[in-house]
C-alpha cells in the first residue's frame, strides 16, 4: 500500500528512521536525533532502548523540543516483535493523529532492523487505536527517508566478520543473526548515510576502500563523513536528507525479483573493492553450489541474488550473503512453473522482464548473482561457481529425466543457513515473512 503521491500532497506524516550499529554509530545517530528534535518543536523522537529485552523490558522514550517522556513496559515475551506489535506500530498511529506532529523520527535501537521495521509499517494490521480504522501504521505515517549511521573505523570489519549478535552480547541467545548481517543490512537500505570518526590505520587508503564499498553497495544514496558527532548540526543533517534523490527506495522492501544492481554502481575496481555478475542459463548441481559456497565467505561483503537448482525445478532459490554468514531461502515459483490462475497474479514487471529472456525449454528459469568483493579474486569466483553448474550430460538429464536427477545429493533440500552446524535461524521480525524468503 505505498503511496504514489508526491511528498507535498501526501498528508501522512513524514518519518525519518535512524539506524546505527552499536558504538560510535548509535550515539552519532542519538546526537543527530537531538539535534533534528531541538531544531523544530514539531519534530517527535521515539526510542525504543531494548537492551533488557531479554528480562521482557522495553525503556520507550518520547520527546521533542520542549518535553520528555519515559516510559517502562513489561512484555510478557520479551522480543523485538512484541516490542513493534504491541507498542511501537501503535505509537505511529496516535502520534500521527496529533496536529502538533509534523515528522517522527525513529531512533532505532540496534537490534531493529530497519527494513523490517518499514515492512511492518506498511504491513502489520494496527487495532484498537481510538478514532482510527484498523489497518498498518503506514496509513498514517510516511518513510522520508532512512539514515545510517556507520562507525568508519570498525564498519567494514563488522561487515565481513563472523561474529553473532549473542557473542557481541546484543542480543538473546537464540538469536542467530551475524553482526556482519546487521551492518551490511542496515546500510543496504540506507538512503543516505553517515560515516563517522577517523578510518582506520591505513587512513586515505582505507577509507578510499571504504568509500568504494559504499559507492557500489548504495550508489544513490550520498555519504557524509563526519569526523566528531558534535559537528553533526540539523542543517547538516537537513542538507544531506536534501540530497537523497527523489527515486530512492524511502522504506520500499523489494522482492527477490526486482533487479539486482539498482542506481548506477561502479563496475570497474577500486581499492581492490569490485561487483561481480554471475549469470547463468543452466542449473546448479546442489551438491558441488554447497561446496562452492565456502568462495563467499572470505574478502566478500556481500552476495546475493536467484538460483535455479537442478532438483527444485519449479522453485526459485534466493541466496544473501553478509560476511561469513549466508543463508538460501524459497523465493516463490519460477513463472514457468506455475498455472495460468497464478501466472495471472504475477507482477507485470516480473512477466516483462521473463519474457526478453524465455527459454522454450526452461521458460525464465536461470541464475543471477551480484556478489560484492572487497579482498578476493573475483576470477576464483566465478571459477568456483561455474564449476557447481550442470555439465552437458547432466543437462540433458535435467530436460528429459527430471525423476532421475530429483534423486541427486540436495543438501539444499532442507530450511539451511551457513555455517552448516548452526541451527535454524530467527528472523527479526517473526511474524514478517521477508519478502525474499525465509532461509533454507
Same mark, same amino acid.
Given at each position: 500500500?505505498?503511496?504514489?503521491?508526491?511528498?507535498?500532497?501526501?498528508?501522512?506524516?513524514?518519518?525519518?528512521?535512524?539506524?546505527?550499529?552499536?558504538?560510535?554509530?548509535?550515539? !552519532?545517530?542519538?546526537?543527530?536525533?537531538?539535534?533534528?528534535?531541538?531544531?523544530?518543536? !514539531?519534530?517527535?523522537?521515539?526510542?525504543?532502548?531494548?537492551?533488557?529485552?531479554?528480562?521482557?523490558?522495553?525503556?520507550?522514550?518520547?520527546?521533542?523540543?520542549?518535553?520528555?517522556?519515559?516510559?517502562?513496559?513489561?512484555?510478557?515475551?520479551?522480543?523485538?516483535?512484541?516490542?513493534?506489535?504491541?507498542?511501537?506500530?501503535?505509537?505511529?498511529?496516535?502520534?500521527?493523529?496529533?496536529?502538533?506532529?509534523?515528522?517522527?523520527?525513529?531512533?532505532?535501537?540496534?537490534?531493529?532492523?530497519?527494513?523490517?521495521?518499514?515492512?511492518?509499517?506498511?504491513?502489520?494490521?494496527?487495532?484498537?487505536?481510538?478514532?482510527?480504522?484498523?489497518?498498518?501504521? !503506514?496509513?498514517?505515517?510516511?518513510?522520508?527517508?532512512?539514515?545510517?549511521?556507520?562507525?568508519?573505523?570498525?564498519?567494514?570489519?563488522?561487515?565481513?566478520?563472523?561474529?553473532?549478535?549473542?557473542?557481541?552480547?546484543?542480543?538473546?541467545?537464540?538469536?542467530?543473526?551475524?553482526?556482519?548481517?546487521?551492518?551490511?543490512?542496515?546500510?543496504?537500505?540506507?538512503?543516505?548515510?553517515?560515516?563517522?570518526?577517523?578510518?582506520?590505520? !591505513?587512513?586515505?587508503?582505507?577509507?578510499?576502500?571504504?568509500?568504494?564499498?559504499?559507492?557500489?553497495?548504495?550508489?544513490?544514496?550520498?555519504?557524509?563523513?563526519?569526523?566528531?558527532?558534535?559537528?553533526?548540526?540539523?542543517?547538516?543533517?537537513?542538507?544531506?536528507?536534501?540530497?537523497?534523490?527523489?527515486?530512492?527506495?524511502?522504506?520500499?522492501?523489494?522482492?527477490?525479483?526486482?533487479?539486482?544492481?539498482?542506481?548506477?554502481?561502479?563496475?570497474?575496481?577500486?581499492?581492490?573493492?569490485?561487483?561481480?555478475?554471475?549469470?547463468?542459463?543452466?542449473?546448479?548441481?546442489?551438491?558441488?553450489?554447497?561446496?562452492?559456497?565456502?568462495?563467499?565467505?572470505?574478502?566478500?561483503?556481500?552476495?546475493?541474488?536467484?538460483?535455479?537448482?537442478?532438483?527444485?525445478?519449479?522453485?526459485?532459490?534466493?541466496?544473501?550473503?553478509?560476511?561469513?554468514?549466508?543463508?538460501?531461502?524459497?523465493?516463490?515459483?519460477?513463472?514457468?512453473?506455475?498455472?495460468?490462475?497464478?501466472?495471472?497474479?504475477?507482477?507485470?514487471?516480473?512477466?516483462?522482464?521473463?519474457?526478453?529472456?524465455?527459454?522454450?525449454?526452461?521458460?525464465?528459469?536461470?541464475?543471477?548473482?551480484?556478489?560484492?568483493?572487497?579482498?578476493?579474486?573475483?576470477?576464483?569466483?566465478?571459477?568456483?561457481?561455474?564449476?557447481?553448474?550442470?555439465?552437458?550430460?547432466?543437462?540433458?538429464?535435467?530436460?528429459?529425466?527430471?525423476?532421475?536427477?530429483?534423486?541427486?545429493?540436495?543438501?539444499?533440500?532442507?530450511?539451511?543457513?551457513?555455517?552448516?552446524?548452526?541451527?535454524?535461524?530467527?528472523?527479526?521480525?517473526?511474524?514478517?515473512?521477508?519478502?525474499?524468503?525465509?532461509?533454507?
Amino acid at each position: 500500500m505505498l503511496s504514489v503521491l508526491a511528498p507535498d500532497t501526501d498528508r501522512r506524516t513524514p518519518v525519518v528512521v535512524l539506524a546505527g550499529f552499536a558504538g560510535p554509530a548509535a550515539a !552519532g545517530a542519538d546526537h543527530a536525533a537531538t539535534a533534528l528534535c531541538n531544531d523544530a518543536p !514539531g519534530t517527535v523522537v521515539v526510542h525504543h532502548d531494548l537492551g533488557q529485552l531479554r528480562e521482557g523490558i522495553v525503556h520507550r522514550t518520547v520527546r521533542n523540543a520542549s518535553y520528555e517522556t519515559s516510559d517502562v513496559l513489561e512484555l510478557a515475551h520479551g522480543c523485538v516483535s512484541c516490542t513493534l506489535r504491541i507498542d511501537l506500530l501503535p505509537l505511529l498511529r496516535t502520534l500521527a493523529a496529533r496536529d502538533s506532529v509534523e515528522r517522527i523520527v525513529l531512533a532505532l535501537d540496534p537490534a531493529f532492523e530497519a527494513e523490517a521495521v518499514c515492512h511492518a509499517i506498511e504491513h502489520v494490521v494496527v487495532e484498537g487505536i481510538l478514532g482510527r480504522v484498523d489497518g498498518p501504521a !503506514g496509513r498514517d505515517v510516511r518513510i522520508d527517508a532512512v539514515l545510517t549511521f556507520l562507525d568508519s573505523g570498525a564498519w567494514l570489519a563488522d561487515a565481513t566478520g563472523e561474529e553473532t549478535l549473542a557473542e557481541r552480547g546484543l542480543a538473546k541467545a537464540d538469536d542467530e543473526r551475524t553482526v556482519a548481517q546487521v551492518a551490511v543490512g542496515q546500510v543496504e537500505f540506507a538512503d543516505a548515510v553517515i560515516a563517522l570518526g577517523p578510518v582506520a590505520p !591505513g587512513g586515505d587508503v582505507d577509507r578510499g576502500r571504504l568509500g568504494a564499498v559504499l559507492s557500489r553497495l548504495v550508489p544513490d544514496a550520498p555519504v557524509d563523513w563526519v569526523d566528531d558527532p558534535h559537528l553533526l548540526t540539523a542543517a547538516r543533517i537537513e542538507g544531506l536528507l536534501a540530497r537523497i534523490p527523489a527515486h530512492s527506495r524511502r522504506g520500499r522492501v523489494f522482492d527477490a525479483h526486482a533487479p539486482l544492481l539498482r542506481g548506477q554502481p561502479p563496475l570497474s575496481s577500486d581499492y581492490g573493492v569490485a561487483l561481480l555478475e554471475f549469470a547463468a542459463s543452466r542449473p546448479f548441481h546442489p551438491a558441488r553450489l554447497h561446496a562452492a559456497l565456502d568462495v563467499l565467505f572470505d574478502g566478500v561483503v556481500t552476495a546475493r541474488g536467484r538460483m535455479w537448482l537442478a532438483t527444485q525445478p519449479d522453485e526459485v532459490t534466493w541466496l544473501e550473503s553478509a560476511g561469513g554468514g549466508l543463508r538460501v531461502g524459497s523465493a516463490g515459483r519460477w513463472l514457468a512453473a506455475m498455472s495460468e490462475t497464478e501466472l495471472a497474479q504475477a507482477d507485470p514487471d516480473r512477466r516483462a522482464m521473463a519474457a526478453l529472456r524465455w527459454d522454450e525449454q526452461f521458460g525464465d528459469r536461470d541464475i543471477s548473482l551480484v556478489i560484492l568483493v572487497h579482498d578476493a579474486d573475483p576470477n576464483e569466483i566465478r571459477e568456483a561457481l561455474h564449476w557447481a553448474l550442470v555439465e552437458d550430460d547432466e543437462l540433458r538429464l535435467v530436460e528429459r529425466a527430471p525423476e532421475r536427477v530429483a534423486q541427486w545429493e540436495d543438501p539444499f533440500g532442507a530450511w539451511h543457513a551457513d555455517p552448516c552446524d548452526t541451527a535454524e535461524t530467527t528472523l527479526p521480525i517473526e511474524d514478517v515473512k521477508s519478502p525474499r524468503g525465509e532461509a533454507k
